[in-house]
């Protein structure tokens, strides 16, 4: 029997990488993996933090995520049936900034510190919790990384012991104040998935059930504490003068009483559930961003093609029910409460001129151009709209891409995102955008290479029509005459919107126009803050609604130079955005 203790050799405190050849494969597969931290957090409610390993709401933990950095005695024993770690943040973790990933060490953790509170509640509340491990847990005594299962679920627990200890850092010599949790399995949900009828690699004894051990009582603050280790009880509260000492001396070298990790008899009538409801009674444009597990492999999915639900592992699918919604629909939507129309920042010395009106010709109606100069010759920004009368031809047009997309004639799908690693390194596997696209014409970086964009004249005919009015009104609108050879449709659920960016892809001609459909948006405008306007404050310096029908232009290569844009839509939208890029 190995239970597998944190502190033993070769586990050196923290630093140490799980050593993946020396465990055996796993017998089975895991009921939930994922391969990425997004997959986890879209698709189970107990674990939504895309940072950190505690994921807690209204001050309760909901999920408790195993990784690296474990600390001295951290114990894995009974085949995983009780879990001891060190939760609760401020432990050694790189983290990333532009100038690479640096090592942080540890601090003190206190009760006041959010997860730590409330993992206390927990313990408190007796409330189970759901355990997830990712590869890097040294602890687990099978080989996640080798079978691709970046994070598995574990199962459900409960708090039975917390405690405070003293740990060295790895950093320097000096000490910190940790929170040790014991995390008992509830036994109301089975056994765990990872043990072959023989037992797990560890084979301790039965566990005896009961408690009997009586908690030590501290002279000093008067405090109860458990009896954790083998070699004497002591005062656990920090801030007693007695915290951490026998007979008045620190402890050098501590074991687990066997007492102490016995297994308490418990039972629960409520437990969370752990797979992630089926989202079968929602359509295409409804959803947030709900994934999908898979019940043939266990895998967790984001979901990343519009059409329908597929296994990232697999491949297996599911198509999802669509229905045509109509713009009338999100009318009502406010994007923001803070203003109605825009916001010009009172420093940002950007101008606005009168509305213009023209006409559109041909008995088409006519169309009001408002003008945002922005200052030292950077550019302008137009927003161009139009009355309800001119949004037939939108609206079929909005109609026109549901249809496609929906019936997979228009690919719109989630791309993987780039250099997200370097400055989120918590994020493991691929992170993909927050938004559906699809690229026709030139291949546009965003969203991969050629292999993603189809040729212009052969976009689908959503596209082209898109395209289609964009021209007409650019040309209505711009004194310069515009030429587009890509467009970038963007598909938004609830929720979902894009990050801010600027259009800055290599080649890209001064005009970039965007036709809007579906639900409002607001789109904000700062500096950006890398290059020209590199000392500048980053505040937002405008804020426009763009509305179904509404053309948004930005002309002049200086308004992405120096500034940046992001769009939040309020619900389902589509935007298509034309651009020239220079095919050299
Ligand atoms: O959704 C939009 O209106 C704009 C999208 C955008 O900024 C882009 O495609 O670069
Ligand atoms: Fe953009």
Redesign the pocket.
């Known amino acids: 029997m190995r239970v597998l203790l944190a502190d033993e050799p070769g586990f050196h405190e923290g630093l140490v990488q799980a050593d993946s050849t020396a465990k055996p494969q796993l017998p089975r597969s895991p009921p939930i993996w994922a391969g990425s931290r997004q997959e986890i957090c879209e698709n189970l409610e107990y674990f939504r933090s895309y940072q950190g390993g505690v994921y807690f709401k209204n001050d309760i933990v909901r999920g408790y995520l195993l990784g690296a950095f474990a600390a001295s005695r951290d114990l894995f024993c009974h085949d995983g049936k009780l879990i001891i770690s060190h939760g609760g943040g401020k432990s050694e973790n790189f983290v990333g900034s532009k100038e690479g990933r640096q090592l942080r060490s540890a601090q003190d953790q206190t009760t006041s510190d959010t997860s730590v509170r409330a993992l206390l509640r927990n313990y408190k509340e007796g409330r189970p919790l759901v355990l997830l491990a990712d590869d890097q847990y040294t602890l687990f005594p099978y080989d996640l990384s080798a079978s691709g299962y970046t994070y598995v679920v574990l199962g459900i627990y409960w708090i039975s012991h917390a405690w405070a200890e003293c740990q060295p850092t790895l950093t320097n010599s000096t000490c910190v104040i940790r929170w040790k949790f014991a995390f008992q399995w509830c036994e109301d949900q089975g056994s765990p998935w990872w043990l072959t009828p023989e037992g797990v690699v560890a084979s301790l004894p039965e566990p005896l059930v009961g408690k009997t051990d009586p908690d030590f009582h501290c002279t000093q603050c008067l405090w109860e504490s458990p009896v954790v280790y083998k070699q004497s009880g002591m005062c656990l509260i920090p801030g007693c003068a007695g915290f951490w000492k026998i007979n008045g001396k620190e402890p050098e070298s501590l074991e687990y009483s066997v007492e102490f990790l016995r297994l308490q008899p418990r039972t629960f009538e409520i437990l969370p559930t752990l797979t992630p409801a089926a989202g079968t009674h929602q359509i295409t444009s409804s959803l947030s961003c709900p994934g999908w597990h898979c019940t043939d492999c266990g895998r967790l999915s984001s979901r990343f093609k519009w059409e329908c639900w597929e296994c990232a592992h697999c491949q297996a699918n599911q198509p999802i029910k669509w229905e045509i919604r109509h713009a009338k629909d999100f009318w009502h939507l406010r994007p923001t409460n803070y203003f109605t129309d825009l916001r010009i920042a009172r420093k940002s010395g950007i101008t606005k001129s009168l509305p213009d009106v023209i006409d559109m010709g041909g008995g088409r109606g006519f169309m009001t151009r408002q003008t945002f100069v922005l200052p030292s010759d950077r550019g302008k920004i137009h927003l161009i709209t139009t009355g309800p009368l001119s949004n037939r031809e939108v609206d079929e047009i909005f109609q026109g891409y549901q249809k496609q997309a929906s019936c997979g004639e228009l690919k719109l799908q989630r791309y993987p995102l780039r250099s997200v690693r370097l400055f989120h390194p918590a994020i493991r596997g691929t992170l993909l955008a927050n ?1 559906f ?1 699809q690229n026709s014409g030139e291949p546009y970086k ?1 969203v991969g290479e050629t292999a993603n964009s189809v040729p212009l004249d052969e976009a689908p005919n959503c596209v082209q029509a898109a395209l289609d009015v964009i021209k007409k009104r650019v040309d209505l609108a711009v004194k310069q005459k515009s030429q587009f050879n890509e467009v ?1 449709t ?1 598909a ?1 659920l609830a929720h979902q919107k ?1 990050s801010f ?1 600027s ?1 800055d892809e290599k080649g890209l001609g001064p005009i ?1 126009a ?1 036709l ?1 459909l579906g639900s409002p ?1 607001v ?1 904000h405008f700062r500096h950006h803050t890398s290059g020209a306007g590199q000392n500048q404050p980053n505040e937002i310096v405008m804020s426009l609604i ?1 509305r179904h029908g509404n053309v ?1 232009v930005m002309e002049g290569c200086g308004v992405q130079i120096h500034y940046e ?3 939040i ?1 309020t619900d389902f ?1 589509i ?1 298509a ?1 034309a651009r020239w890029i220079n095919p050299s």
């Open positions: 938004y696209s965003y970038l963007a938004y894009m960016h259009d970039v965007s809007s948006a789109m763009l948004l844009h992001t769009v839509p939208r935007a955005t």
